[in-house]
C-alpha cells in the first residue's frame, strides 16, 4: 500500500532572471527565506502546489531541485 505524503509548498516571491516563479517544498535546500516566500498549501505533488502558486504569479515553475525528487 502506497501512503501518499503531502507536504507544505511555498512560491518564491521574487522571481528569477527569466521572470519565473520556483515553487518548493518546505523541505527544499533552496527554499527562500520566510520573507521572500507566500505559502500555497499542503498538497501531495509539486504539480498541484504549482497550479495554485499560477493564481499568484502566472509565471510559476517546480523548482528544479525539490521536483525530481
Ligand atoms: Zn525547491
Do not use: T, W
Request: charged share 35%.
Amino acid at each position: 500500500m502506497n501512503e501518499i505524503k503531502s507536504s507544505n509548498y511555498y512560491v518564491d516571491k521574487n522571481p528569477q532572471d527569466n521572470g519565473d516563479h520556483e515553487v518548493h517544498r518546505e523541505d527544499c535546500k533552496k527554499l527562500p527565506n520566510p520573507a521572500s516566500r507566500e505559502y500555497l498549501g499542503n498538497f501531495d505533488c509539486c504539480e498541484d502546489a504549482v497550479e495554485k502558486a499560477k493564481e499568484i504569479f502566472s509565471q510559476s515553475i517546480e523548482c528544479f531541485y525539490c521536483s525530481k525528487e
